[in-house]
């Protein structure tokens, strides 16, 4: 039976960790596409460390509260709900909302958790899956065959980016900031560790001058020549996020013509709900078969209660994490 009350985490100003704070609220009611769920677990993410600096603003008429990915049971859905019922374990990509005891989750952003699979794995694989599925397969079309590079491959977007592609046939080489994160992730990729060697001259070496097909970018300006450099004929850049900057100066723009390049990018809080279903189509037909074989389960690098948020905030700011820092309610 669902109580009427429940905690949830808010913001109460732009800042660090400690800004954030637990408060008695009620439970959140389904509209008719919705599923209501009570959370068992939910991930941290990167946008949430945004939107806590107040870097990353929910779109207007969404909650404020943050957490973009649960993991729970069923207990109430909506009137034109016909997916899933009372009782089903599920783990989605919310619209916001997610660091609570109960959430609302879009029924076509949800995802069936298969018989094996734990509450904690399960509520780290929506937001990583979302948007490497969309990003790196979609719209950087990455198939068995290619060779793929990942910056920042020991984060949770890395090691989920990694996973697929060893699943799918897909050489890859990574950068992390590491030698102790190139042993954590060296089951996964070629890891490289851009702090004490030139990626792109230790990947010229390694193809024998031959580069990448897809590159997937979470640092922006400081790479984008580089990448360019490796990138072969008909290569895409996709770019996730700036965290080395977002303006690049003094580029030479002459490779991205001479071989055909493509350059994207995309984030989810930006896409509708249309696509958000589309893309989890692709995860239920392609990905989740493999995780009912206990391949691709994300890599869990910290777990935290409820009450200690604020711990695992910071522990996300560290950057030391390998994997996906998880918050357990229950």
Not at 185 to 211: C, P
Not at 224 to 229: A, C, D, G
């Given at each position: 039976?669902?109580?009427?009350?429940?905690?949830?985490?808010?913001?109460?100003?732009?800042?660090?960790?400690e800004?954030?704070?637990?408060?008695?609220?009620?439970v959140?009611?389904?509209?008719?596409?919705?599923?209501?769920?009570?959370?068992?677990?939910?991930?941290?993410?990167?946008?949430?460390?945004?939107?806590?600096?107040?870097?990353?603003?929910?779109?207007?008429?969404?909650?404020?509260?943050?957490?973009?990915?649960v993991?729970?049971?069923?207990?109430?859905?909506?009137?034109?709900?016909?997916?899933?019922?009372?009782?089903?374990?599920?783990?989605?990509?919310?619209?916001?909302?997610?660091?609570?005891?109960?959430?609302?989750?879009p029924?076509?952003?949800?995802?069936?958790?298969?018989?094996?699979?734990?509450?904690?794995?399960?509520?780290?694989?929506?937001?990583?899956?979302?948007?490497?599925?969309?990003?790196?397969?979609?719209?950087?079309?990455?198939?068995?065959?290619?060779?793929?590079?990942?910056?920042?491959?020991?984060?949770?977007?890395?090691?989920?980016?990694?996973?697929?592609?060893?699943?799918l046939?897909?050489?890859?080489?990574?950068?992390?900031?590491?030698?102790?994160?190139?042993?954590a992730?060296?089951?996964?990729?070629?890891?490289?560790?851009?702090?004490?060697?030139?990626?792109?001259?230790?990947?010229?070496?390694?193809?024998?001058q031959?580069?990448?097909?897809?590159?997937?970018?979470?640092?922006?300006a400081?790479?984008?020549?580089?990448?360019?450099?490796?990138?072969?004929?008909?290569?895409?850049?996709?770019?996730?996020?700036?965290?080395?900057?977002?303006?690049?100066?003094?580029v030479?723009?002459?490779?991205?013509?001479m071989?055909?390049?493509?350059?994207?990018?995309?984030?989810?809080?930006?896409?509708?709900?249309?696509?958000?279903a589309?893309?989890?189509?692709?995860?239920?037909?392609?990905?989740?078969?493999?995780?009912?074989?206990?391949?691709?389960?994300?890599?869990?690098?910290?777990?935290?209660?409820?009450?200690?948020?604020?711990?695992?905030?910071?522990?996300?700011d560290?950057?030391?994490?390998?994997?996906?820092?998880?918050?357990?309610?229950?």
């Amino acid at each position: 039976m669902t109580q009427n009350t429940m905690q949830q985490v808010i913001i109460t100003a732009p800042g660090g960790p400690e800004k954030l704070v637990i408060e008695n609220t009620a439970v959140p009611v389904a509209k008719t596409d919705e599923v209501l769920v009570k959370v068992h677990a939910f991930g941290i993410n990167r946008p949430d460390i945004l939107q806590r600096q107040g870097l990353y603003p929910m779109p207007e008429g969404v909650t404020p509260v943050p957490g973009l990915e649960v993991a729970g049971e069923v207990v109430a859905v909506g009137s034109a709900v016909r997916l899933f019922q009372v009782g089903d374990k599920v783990c989605g990509l919310t619209n916001g909302g997610g660091y609570a005891e109960y959430c609302v989750v879009p029924e076509t952003q949800l995802l069936s958790v298969p018989v094996g699979v734990s509450f904690v794995q399960a509520a780290a694989i929506p937001e990583t899956f979302f948007t490497v599925w969309a990003n790196l397969f979609q719209m950087g079309r990455a198939s068995a065959g290619e060779t793929v590079l990942i910056h920042g491959g020991s984060s949770g977007i890395g090691t989920t980016a990694l996973m697929l592609c060893q699943s799918l046939g897909i050489k890859t080489f990574a950068t992390v900031g590491s030698d102790e994160k190139i042993q954590a992730i060296a089951h996964l990729t070629d890891a490289i560790n851009y702090k004490t060697h030139n990626f792109e001259q230790v990947i010229n070496e390694k193809t024998s001058q031959g580069g990448v097909d897809v590159i997937l970018d979470i640092v922006g300006a400081p790479y984008l020549e580089q990448n360019l450099n490796l990138l072969r004929r008909d290569g895409r850049l996709v770019y996730l996020g700036f965290m080395g900057g977002s303006m690049a100066s003094q580029v030479q723009l002459w490779p991205i013509m001479m071989k055909r390049l493509t350059i994207t990018g995309s984030t989810m809080r930006a896409r509708n709900a249309a696509e958000k279903a589309e893309i989890a189509q692709g995860l239920q037909q392609h990905v989740v078969p493999l995780w009912a074989k206990g391949e691709c389960l994300p890599m869990i690098d910290q777990i935290f209660t409820f009450d200690r948020i604020q711990a695992a905030h910071a522990a996300m700011d560290s950057g030391d994490h390998v994997g996906k820092i998880v918050v357990q309610v229950i």
